[in-house]
C-alpha cells in the first residue's frame, strides 16, 4: 500500500532522512532509492539549507 506524501510548502523543512524515507516508500530497492535521491539533487528540485543559508549538494 502507497502512503500519500504532502508536498513540502516553503515554510516546511525536512531533514535528508525525511527524503531518503520518503523516496524509499515508493522504490522497488535501496538501489532505485539511491539513484532517485540522486536525481532529485542533481536536479535542483530538493534544495538544502543550513541556518537559513541554502547549500548546494553535490553529486559524484
Not at 532522512?17 to 520518503?22: H, N, T
Request: glycine share 4%.
Amino acid at each position: 500500500m502507497k502512503k500519500n506524501l504532502k508536498k513540502a510548502t516553503r515554510a516546511s523543512s525536512y531533514s535528508l532522512g525525511d527524503l531518503i524515507m520518503a523516496v524509499s516508500s515508493y522504490s522497488k530497492n535501496n538501489r532505485e532509492t539511491v539513484a532517485a535521491v540522486a536525481d532529485l539533487l542533481e536536479s535542483g528540485q530538493v534544495r538544502f539549507s543550513s541556518h537559513g543559508r541554502k547549500v548546494r549538494a553535490r553529486v559524484y
